[in-house]
């Protein structure tokens, strides 16, 4: 197996890009091809001690101040499009990059293509839920979203959560402001509909409709969502962590008794953030792409490229692509 | 001033609701009038030693069976139904029910009536920022907005916080998937042209389009969102503080040295967690209804109606109704 590294895409890139991927070759024993300006490259992979890995030359970088909608197509010669190019060509199995989501969801889905028949490609980062994690999809890869896509997401959900987290039979369910069927606008009335008749044939657990305070509970496995509630529901997460932490860090710090009694408990609350990190446990996965492609989060680093590589490696051998294309015909509309 | 409170409604009625009410007269030196079946409040209020206190007797109580959309029509003789016409004929100064969301918020919009020319009422609840606390409106009573009603929470929100929460020129910003002006739908689309025009005019403060991981930040003193994604906003950040407040139990119960160290904390441990409890804010106003109507959360104790009546008292002396009043003209379309 072969994993293509965007190593120029990222707050760290090339530097710490590099060296996840190296530690990723030793530690998953997989092949690694690293994209982006050869000398710069080589020189950072001279600094980790390593001179045989694959390079591939790409003279030009997709940043932040690129249109995401335009970015791949303009630079044809940048890392992240030669890097999917590449995977295209069949010249690696999957691809990881801590560049532009929306460069990086666009370029995929015109140079890898979606899977045939899947409408639109959709964000599924695992959050955290003190068991195997909940699948938030979509999670921003599409505002306007339609009963189909919601449909799709589930059924794509439900076999990551299977595939790749091995949850026997995931528990999906639908994000909406009440519990009861009849909650939410037109676009959850007509998915809960689609859901309910996917559950009944079997297809997916579906267990309706789940409120935000049940995202974290442990009681739902995936969690379907539009991108644009979906990507508010993970970053206002991310806000409360954060906001959260910082009080903490506070209360630690607020006499020299709270000092003392937080070295003790140093070890296992770190321990706790790491949970909470959401870049510790990889990449988010473009669901939907022919092949996979993994974004990893935007300051990157070396671990976070490794916990990436790491979920690509699953993403390859879990078999989540035929999954979904041996299921298409089911989760198609008309 | 004279607060009308809800006896029979909510998971703890009546006995800790009765139990609030006389702390709120007592601390906040107002009438307090209790609203439910005179014998049962009067026995609560015996227990608590107190006699003196104005009941008005009403048989029936709406529960969470209750259709919303019906329950006020329906059960004319209910606590929260006698209550809110209560305060339609001035037989009192506010509201404060513990009642369900749905039916309060359609009795206050049909007893009460909103203000002249706002279209629809709002939940605004106060969330914790480290600051004075953030607004977001909506948070669940609308599902279904145009850009109109989201102009209108967001002077609304913008005058709840200057005369609320004492801030001179609050920071209203619009939740969004990205920071840049062109993000979102239609509805964000077209709303932030309006809440531009109200800001260039200098009628509010719009600071642009404001990611979930900034919700907690303390850059954002007002956040508009329609119902559906506010209410899914809110509640995914409860349900993270609780995630991760079940996570610092778990560390501190994990040794007999982490016990000990935790104890050390604990009191400053229990300041965040209170300021973290949406609870001990207070109610949630709703923001549009022409006199006050503040829904106390569902599973109040005494404490939570204090903060709620505390609530109450502020808004009828702020003088936020005669300020949306005084604005309504710049608050309509067309």
């Known amino acids: 197996m072969k994993i ?4 120029m895409s990222g707050d760290k890139a090339p530097e710490e890009i ?3 991927a190296v530690m990723a070759r030793r530690e998953l024993g997989v092949d690694v091809v690293l994209v982006g300006r050869q000398e710069v490259v080589k020189a950072c992979l001279e600094k980790e001690g390593c001179t045989d890995m ?6 030009d970088v997709i940043t932040m101040e690129d249109d995401p909608s335009t970015a791949t197509r303009r ?34 889905t015109l140079i890898v293509k979606r899977i045939n028949g899947i409408r639109r490609a959709a964000l599924a980062p695992v959050l955290p839920n003190g068991g195997k994690g909940v699948v938030l999809i979509d999670s921003g890869a599409n505002v306007d979203c339609t009963p189909e896509y919601l449909m799709q997401f589930a059924y794509m ?7 790749m987290l091995g949850l026997s039979s995931p528990r999906v369910g639908l994000a909406n402001v009440g519990t ?4 939410g606008g037109v676009l959850q ?8 008749e996917a559950g009944e044939a079997g297809r997916i657990n579906f267990i309706g409709n789940v409120e935000g305070n049940g995202v974290f509970s442990g009681d739902v496995d995936v969690l379907v969502a539009d991108g644009f509630t979906g990507n508010l529901m993970l970053k206002t997460a991310e806000s409360m962590i954060k906001f959260m932490m910082g009080n903490l860090k506070s209360v630690f710090y607020k006499s020299l008794k709270n000092k003392l009694a937080a070295a003790v408990l140093k070890g296992d609350l770190a321990q706790m953030k790491k949970m909470l990190d959401v870049k510790e446990v990889g990449g988010t996965v473009m669901l939907g792409i022919s092949r996979p492609v993994i974004k990893a989060h935007g300051s990157s680093d070396a671990r976070c490229i490794l916990a990436a590589a790491r979920q690509a490696v699953t993403c390859v051998e879990s078999g989540i692509t035929e999954e979904i294309k041996a ?7 008309g």
């Open 189 to 196: 009335h007509e998915t809960f509909q689609l859901l309910k």
């Open 75 to 108: 630079k044809k010669d940048a890392s992240m499009t030669v890097a999917l190019t590449m995977l295209r060509d069949g010249l690696g199995d999957a691809v990881v990059s801590a560049g532009s989501t929306g460069a990086l969801l666009t370029g995929a």
């Open 180 to 183: 009861e069927d009849t909650k």
């Open 4 to 7: 293509i590294i965007d190593a």
């Open 54 to 59: 694959e390079v591939v030359d790409a003279r």
């Open 18 to 20: 590099v060296k996840g």
């Open 327 to 333: 299921n298409i015909e089911y989760m198609k509309i």
């Open 157 to 163: 959900g439900s076999f990551y959560a299977k595939t």
